[in-house]
C-alpha cells in the first residue's frame, strides 16, 4: 500500500521558519512529479511549489525567493524550507506525488493527510 507520510507544520510567529516533510511509504515502482500543496479555510487548494526527478524545483509566485523544494529520490522523500513565513501563508499544507504502484498500473495522484502550518502577525 502506497502511502504519503508528511511531517512538520505547526505555530510560528511571522518571519520565522518551518520545515515540512513527506515520505512515500510502501514500496512504488515509480515516481514522477512530486509536489507542496495547500489550502486556506474557504480556498481552493494551491500549488506552492512542484519537483520533477531531476532539477530544480517550480514555485508560486508568492512563495518565490521564501520557499526551498528539495527531493531525495533514494530515500522518496521531498521537503521544503519556508523562511520568511507571513501570515497569509497559514493554511494546511498537502504533499502530492504521481506514482506508479507496480509495473502494470498508471501514474495516479496521491496526497498525503495535510499539516496545519499557522503563522501569526
Known amino acids: 500500500q502506497v502511502q504519503l507520510v508528511e511531517s512538520g507544520g505547526g505555530f510560528v510567529q511571522a518571519g520565522g521558519s518551518l520545515r515540512l516533510s513527506c515520505s512515500v511509504s510502501?514500496?512504488?515502482?515509480?515516481?514522477?512529479?512530486m509536489a507542496w500543496y495547500r489550502q486556506a479555510p474557504g480556498k481552493s487548494r494551491d500549488l506552492v511549489a512542484e519537483?520533477?526527478?531531476?532539477?530544480?524545483?517550480n514555485y508560486a509566485d508568492s512563495v518565490k525567493g521564501r520557499f526551498t523544494i528539495s527531493r531525495d529520490n533514494a530515500k522518496r522523500t521531498i521537503e521544503i524550507q519556508m523562511d520568511s513565513l507571513k501570515p497569509e501563508d497559514t493554511a494546511v499544507y498537502y504533499c502530492?506525488?504521481?506514482?506508479?504502484?507496480?509495473?502494470?498500473?498508471?501514474?495516479?495522484?496521491?496526497w498525503g493527510q495535510g499539516t496545519q502550518v499557522t503563522v501569526s502577525s
Open positions: 502530492y506525488a504521481s506514482i506508479r504502484a507496480s509495473v502494470w498500473k498508471p501514474f495516479l495522484p496521491y
Open positions: 510502501g514500496s512504488p515502482w515509480d515516481i514522477d512529479t
Open positions: 519537483i520533477g526527478r531531476v532539477g530544480r524545483g
